[in-house]
């Protein structure tokens, strides 16, 4: 179903990221100084439901935060970015977190605790009517994978068009791989699904600085622009969600536009905090081109 303004709904996770700066990522064993201390709203399925609608389209979000502080934080931030929340529930106990460290060379290391996302089990008759009236349901493996085959299965019953990061990878079950439309990966989980995921109609592979790969009914490789990057923290989930944002513009005009909208995210601190606007994304395009 084509959609000039698409109603995208993302099903995953929101957590509150805790962020420290330090010259270089610790080893193993290894006790580092840091510079700096932030929090910054997230969550892959936070920070990609915000990256979709800064770009521009309808989105809605179901998820859980806990009964604390951080959960009061998160919603507020779903709403600001213009996110229907109606759908984010709260739950007894904390909320999500993930502990980043971001290095002077832009690279992280990431510890997620899911928290209240973990309570994300039970879809609700209302959850089902958001799903079944969207044009791309939008989700990854930062909840419980019995709700996201769930969720997959039963948009696919209504044409609704699935899109799935499965990130943090593991192995997927093959229910879930037969009910996904398009696959959005980074070069390790691509490798660590292999074959398994064979059959999936569209997959996109983010190759960092590089650009990103599709393989689908044609196969291409698109060039990123160049930036100088400040954070890689959020750039994924800004590629994700500007991807769902323009998909129904065909695969490679929605994987070049991804790219930019990836690019720019790195040159920002922070996750949701990074993507870019439909118009800052075009700007960056613009300067890439001429």
Request: hydrophobic share 40%; glycine share 10%.
């Amino acid at each position: 179903m084509s959609a000039p303004n698409p109603r995208i709904v993302v099903l995953g996770s929101i957590n509150m990221d805790l962020i420290t700066r330090t010259p270089s990522l610790p080893d193993p064993g290894e006790t580092v100084l840091g510079t700096s201390f932030t929090t910054s709203p997230g969550g892959k399925g936070s920070n990609q439901a915000i990256a979709a609608a800064k770009a521009g389209v309808s989105v809605s979000f179901i998820g859980a935060v806990g009964d604390d502080e951080f959960g009061v934080t998160l919603r507020r931030t779903l709403s600001s970015a213009g996110v229907d929340d109606r759908a984010l529930r709260t739950a007894a106990g904390s909320s999500g977190i993930a502990a980043i460290t971001v290095d002077d060379h832009a690279e992280n290391s990431i510890v997620v605790v899911p928290g209240a996302n973990e309570r994300v089990r039970n879809l609700t008759d209302d959850d089902l009517a958001l799903i079944s009236d969207a044009d791309i349901l939008l989700c990854q493996l930062e909840i419980p994978l019995d709700t996201v085959v769930t969720a997959f299965e039963y948009a696919r019953s209504r044409g609704v068009v699935t899109m799935l990061n499965p990130s943090p990878v593991q192995d997927l079950p093959d229910a879930l791989v037969a009910a996904t439309d398009v696959l959005v990966v980074n070069e390790a989980e691509e490798t660590r699904l292999g074959h398994s995921v064979n059959d999936v109609t569209h997959v996109i592979t983010t190759l960092g600085a590089r650009g990103a790969r599709y393989r689908g009914p044609e196969s291409f490789e698109v060039p990123a622009p160049r930036v100088d990057a400040v954070d890689t923290t959020g750039a994924g989930d800004a590629f994700a969600g500007a991807l769902a944002a323009s998909w129904f513009d065909g695969p490679r005009e929605a994987v070049e536009w991804a790219c930019v909208a990836g690019s720019f995210a790195a040159t920002r601190p922070g996750a949701s905090t990074s993507s870019g606007t439909r118009d800052d994304i075009d700007a960056l395009r613009d300067a890439a081109a001429g």
